[in-house]
């Protein structure tokens, strides 16, 4: 196997990814939206129930396997490879037959556990979706170790977009059809199996002509190096999936005991109208941000230049800041952002405790993409695991008499443990200052200013509407998002609390650069 060595291609190759990698999540976050209205709360309340299912492993393999692989590739020599895809192939098609018998025969048990049994249907069809994963991991992490990297990126928008098209298109034809919200469901979870086969029939045309000789497999070492690494790389990823899946278990069951089954259906929908909205704000506060990540591994060895120290406090003071601008920016409009997308304006405050979610995760993301890069594994898993014993016994605790909201609150608890933990364990590994008390301070002044600025607009506005509809909303949405965001950022420019050297070190930071320039002309750069 010809490995391609030059820096200039592989950085090429990563920011690719780092592309496709946003185009995918962005997607991800976009789609629920008009599903929850084609659907309704109740139908995306079914959907919901089940994804974390398929989620869960599509992560684990598709993603985790995928690097595990390149990562092995990468420190054997070539005449090693054939060995280490065999033995990761059967691995991984093991796996795939067990997360196949557990959600096909086991259908039945599982949707009697979340307590609605018509949900055995979606997990059957989830099923198919794990048989593809496989070859998907191989293909994908052969061609990274090679630094052929375009076929992969293509492979993941594409079976990400495919995914997407199947759930709208089917969920309309169901829903025009008559058919149930369960039928509709069963589509929808299918679609992932379908976007996986078009990943997979996409690879092989840059894999098939490549083909090493079969080599004898390298055992348990190998194995158990694969489950271990697949297993640390993706954890991060895996951990709001992971929620998810406990209030799966939990949430509806909790809640029908004190509403009833159509009320709780209803409720755990208005629920996940959450998750949209938190994926994208951790998109936002983490794209740019995990783009420094390999900057700090580069800059640790070298005895000159920019310290690694710095790269480490900027990708965590711009994902606070992005993070925060978010969670306060969403808070201030949720009324009017939930009816915009979801149609009422139902669960507007559990959708506030839920969004600021997005603080506590994307330092959760950038944390452990730092800490992965020291070799630090074990502890952070270990973090994460009592966040979510935090999460599953918070639900119990609060949910019954505080609903949704208290579902919400759980999550919170969950997470800023972890976030929280995170960082007391990092300075134990490395002690740096990842920000000053003056950046905080004008945290606040920006959000105090950004609230005034919405607060002020809606109360001038808000009365000369005709009515309260959702074109009112719309109107709102669209005009008060765009406004608080702008004070923000110039209050957050203004102050200079990340300075215009750093923001050049950013992937389209230049432009922030420019705005700090001007409303700084007389500050020198620094």
């Not at 065999?86 to 959600?103: D, E, G, H, K, P």
């Not at 992005?322 to 969403?330: D, E, H, I, P």
């Not at 300075?499 to 432009?511: D, H, K, Q, V």
Request: net charge positive.
């Amino acid at each position: 196997m010809k490995v391609q060595h030059s820096m200039a291609s592989f950085l090429k190759g990563a920011a690719l990814l780092t592309l496709a990698g946003f185009v995918v999540k962005l997607l991800s976050a976009v789609y629920r939206v008009p599903f929850q209205n084609l659907v309704g709360d109740e139908g995306f309340y079914i959907y919901q129930q089940v994804y974390p299912f398929v989620a869960i492993f599509g992560i684990w393999t598709s993603y985790g396997f995928a690097v595990a692989v390149s990562k092995l590739l990468a420190e054997h020599q070539s005449v090693e490879h054939a060995g280490i895809l065999r033995t990761a192939f059967w691995l991984i098609a093991i796996i795939s037959a067990c997360a196949f018998a557990v959600l096909y025969l086991g259908a039945g048990v599982l949707a009697g556990w979340m307590g609605d049994e018509a949900l055995s249907g979606l997990l059957q069809a989830g099923a198919f979706a794990v048989v593809f994963m496989a070859p998907l991991a191989i293909m994908k992490g052969r061609l990274q170790a090679t630094g052929n990297m375009a076929p992969v990126a293509s492979a993941q928008v594409t079976e990400q977009a495919v995914r997407v098209a199947v759930i709208l298109i089917g969920a309309f034809a169901a829903v025009s059809s008559g058919l149930s919200l369960y039928a509709a469901g069963q589509v929808a979870i299918a679609a992932a199996g379908a976007g996986a086969l078009a990943a997979v029939l996409l690879l092989w045309r840059s894999y098939g002509g490549n083909k090493e000789r079969p080599a004898a497999s390298f055992g348990h070492g190998t194995a158990k190096k694969l489950l271990f690494t697949s297993v640390s790389v993706s954890m991060s990823s895996l951990l709001l999936v992971l929620f998810q899946l406990v209030d799966s278990f939990t949430v509806y069951r909790l809640l029908e005991q004190q509403l009833g089954e159509q009320a709780a259906m209803e409720q755990k929908g208005i629920y996940d109208r959450a998750q949209p909205l938190v994926q994208f704000g951790i998109l936002l506060a983490t794209s740019l941000t995990l783009s420094l990540v390999p900057l700090i591994a580069r800059t640790m060895n070298q005895k000159s230049g920019r310290s690694p120290e710095l790269y480490a406090s900027l990708a965590f003071r711009v994902s606070v800041l992005f993070a925060v601008a978010a969670s306060a920016g969403l808070t201030l409009v949720m009324p009017y952002v939930n009816e915009t997308l979801f149609k009422t304006r139902e669960g507007s405050f559990a959708l506030i405790i839920f969004n600021w979610q997005i603080v506590s995760m994307s330092l959760v993301l950038v944390m452990t993409a730092i800490l992965y890069g020291f070799g630090k594994i074990r502890v952070p898993a270990l973090l994460m695991f009592i966040g979510l014993i935090l999460k599953m016994a918070g639900n119990l605790w609060l949910v019954p008499g505080y609903g949704i909201t208290g579902a919400a609150l759980a999550g919170n608890i969950g997470l800023a443990f972890i976030a929280s933990a995170l960082i007391w364990y990092f300075k134990k590994v490395w002690a740096i200052q990842f920000a000053r008390v003056r950046f905080y301070s004008w945290l606040i002044v920006a959000s105090i200013a950004m609230a005034i600025a919405v607060y002020g607009y809606e109360a001038c506005v808000v009365p000369l509407m005709p009515g309260t509809g959702r074109l009112e909303a719309i109107f709102i949405t669209l005009t008060a998002v765009p406004l608080g965001a702008a004070v923000f950022l110039v209050v957050a420019a203004k102050s200079r609390i990340i300075t215009e050297r750093e923001w050049y070190i950013i992937p389209f930071g230049r432009r922030l650069a420019a705005l700090q320039l001007a409303l700084n002309p007389r500050k020198k750069r620094s």
